[in-house]
């Protein structure tokens, strides 16, 4: 059937919408998955890495040697999707990751258990993690390579902020299925059986993100005569080290206070499941309230700036949270706003987090440069996060070590970030967008 030219003209402009919702979606299955992984590590523990005889904490610590081995597989998957990416288009790799992210989300939900396969089942898990890993390091770069190109001009802060609003939307899908769970269920029935459910559905959203994705156009910026013309960019590897420590607080404290902190709550405060689940629902919380207006003033004043409010934060409040989580005089209300606030501040920094990528790299190296520089800080300082500060905590009896794990990271991401500025063009496309508005 042949288009009319209104038809193509409303087409058009739902493109940049219907990328939105193809990039997040997949986003939001990649740390949905994250996050379920983090919330249930105790029951993991339990069902894969403590055979009969070992202690809950050697558990744990193999619990998170696991969550930390696919990090370190995510810079190998943004190097190999990252680099087809850049050389076929966006679409066709967006594709293919969300399909291997779908799948090897949904066999953790049919896994035996130690108690059923002995030693493969922690093996089985951790070649699954693995998969994981590479998907999840080409997703990070295709997405936010294609939001950024269809954004209209003046809004690429707030249409990469989509990226981590909806790591924010993940974690809170994957805590709120597993608060529902353990709320309905006994802990019996949940340690048995019941935690395989949030990682089985994995596949209707992996449907409706391969829906979207196999209906989407490549970018507009990628189709350009003198973008495909050039086959390959080398990627400047001295922008990727500084991109990556302008990120690596955003990694840390992110970790640590949105996901870690039920682990760390119950190992160390000895918080009960749900009560430390509940705390972190509200963590994110403040995560996603400050995520899309951080990118929006970030198109007016800049992505430096915005980023550097929140990483001094972290440095200046990090210890001071903790402290008032640890004090037992501490009203519910007082924590829950702490809790909140701590999720803001590390807001501040993921919103103008995926734009500031961006624009630091070429388009034929976009996607293999923002792929590795946001992978390599996220396989160091996020995905080790919850075994370095687990394993801190139970040998050194130090309750602080999470503040100063968030805060020491935070600081190393504002000396990079008052360093060379390399490209910022967001506060200049957002004068120059307002003003062709009128």
């Known amino acids: 059937m042949k288009l009319t030219f209104e038809d193509r003209a409303v087409r058009e402009r739902n493109r940049p919408l219907r990328a939105l919702a193809a990039g997040s979606v997949g986003n939001f299955i990649e740390w949905y998955e994250f996050g379920v992984y983090g919330y249930v590590a105790t029951v993991v523990a339990e069902r894969f890495f403590t055979p009969a005889g070992g202690s809950a904490a050697e558990g744990l610590v193999r619990t998170y040697a696991s969550f930390g081995l696919a990090f370190f597989f995510r810079p190998l998957g943004a190097a190999l999707f990252g680099r087809l990416a850049d050389r076929l288009g966006r679409r066709p790799v967006l594709i293919l990751v969300v399909a291997l992210m779908t799948g090897a989300t949904a066999l953790i939900g049919v896994l035996p258990t130690y108690a059923q396969a002995g030693a493969l089942a922690p093996w089985l898990l951790t070649f699954l993690r693995v998969v994981q890993g590479l998907s999840a390091g080409g997703e990070f770069g295709g997405a936010v390579a294609m939001l950024t190109e269809f954004a209209p001009p003046g809004r690429r802060g707030l249409y990469g902020a989509w990226q981590s609003f909806t790591v924010a939307l993940g974690l809170l899908g994957g805590a709120g299925v597993a608060v529902g769970l353990s709320t309905l269920l006994t802990a019996d029935q949940f340690g048995s059986w019941g935690w395989r459910l949030p990682f089985l559905l994995a596949l209707p959203l992996g449907a409706l993100a391969l829906w979207l994705r196999i209906g989407l156009d490549e970018t507009p910026e990628f189709r350009e005569p003198a973008v495909a013309a050039v086959r390959s960019v080398r990627v400047p590897v001295r922008a990727v080290a500084l991109a990556g420590a302008r990120v690596m607080g955003w990694s840390a404290a992110g970790y640590t206070f949105l996901v870690v902190l039920p682990s760390y709550l119950q190992a160390a405060l000895h918080t009960g499941f749900r009560a430390a689940l509940l705390a972190t629902v509200v963590a994110n919380l403040g995560f996603a309230a400050a995520i899309l207006p951080a990118g929006m003033l970030s198109d007016r004043v800049g992505r430096r700036p915005v980023m550097l409010a929140g990483a001094g934060l972290v440095v200046l409040l ?19 706003a702490a809790l909140f606030g701590a999720g803001a501040v590390v807001g501040l920094m993921a919103g103008p987090g995926p734009a500031l990528l961006a624009e630091m790299f070429p388009a034929r190296a976009r996607c293999t440069g923002l792929g590795l520089a946001y992978a390599l800080s996220n396989a160091v300082f996020s995905g080790c996060a919850g075994l370095i500060i687990t394993e801190a905590v139970q040998r050194t009896g130090n309750l602080d070590v999470p503040g100063y794990y968030a805060a020491a990271t935070c600081a190393v991401s504002v000396l990079a970030l008052l360093g060379p500025q390399r ?3 967001g506060r200049k496309a957002g004068r120059e967008a307002r003003r062709e508005a009128g």
């Open 318 to 336: 990090a210890l001071p949270l903790l402290h008032l989580l640890q004090d037992p005089g501490a009203s519910a209300a007082v924590r829950g």
């Open 423 to 425: 490209t910022e063009p």
